[in-house]
């Protein structure tokens, strides 16, 4: 599965945010985030990781874009003002960042916590081919490969757009 970034291939340098990646436990039981790591194809000029927490449906206040982000151009601080508007808390450095939506009750009407995956990248556009999250439960390290390919299009990535 992956998500792709249109762009004119004249623009030097743009930013797209990838979501969709959803994070819960079994059981609720609640794991610390320790980082993300990006298995690059095409690097991009930089990666930041960001964490976005959506309360439950009956919680939410305000007009936006409260489900799931798949994609949009920009940066989360320039996605909080009209017209395109994202809801939620959104955090960085994700690093300690505690998660404990159950995985039986996840859904976007229950409140969800979305890692939030900003690209920057010039005309030669960016693949991210995965990413791994590592976190902590119980004093064990564990990491979550997580095979979602995330393309920002330009002259190197024309044949994945």
């Known amino acids: 599965m992956g998500l792709a970034a249109p762009a004119d291939v004249g623009t030097k340098r ?5 979501g969709s990646v959803l994070l819960c436990t079994d059981g609720g039981q609640t ?7 990006y298995q690059t194809e095409v690097p991009p000029i ?3 990781t ?3 927490k959506v309360p439950d449906s009956e919680m939410r206040t305000g007009a936006g874009e409260w489900g799931v982000i798949p994609m949009r151009v920009g940066v989360p601080k320039h996605l909080a003002n009209p017209p395109h508007i994202i809801r939620g808390d959104v955090v960085s450095p994700i690093a300690q960042q505690l998660v404990s939506t159950d995985c039986g009750d996840a859904g976007t009407e229950t409140g969800f916590t979305e890692i939030l995956t900003v690209l920057t990248s010039s005309q030669h556009g960016a693949h991210i081919a995965s990413l791994t999250i590592t976190y902590e439960h119980g004093g064990d390290i564990s990491e979550l ?3 979602l390919e995330l393309i920002m299009c330009g002259l190197e ?3 994945l757009c």
Do not use: M, S
Request: charged share 15%; no cysteine.
């Open 14 to 18: 743009w930013q797209g945010t990838f």
């Open 31 to 37: 794991i610390t985030l320790t980082g993300v790591d």
């Open 46 to 48: 930089a990666i930041e």
């Open 50 to 52: 960001y964490l976005r």
């Open 145 to 147: 490969a997580v095979p």
């Open 157 to 159: 990535t024309k044949a």
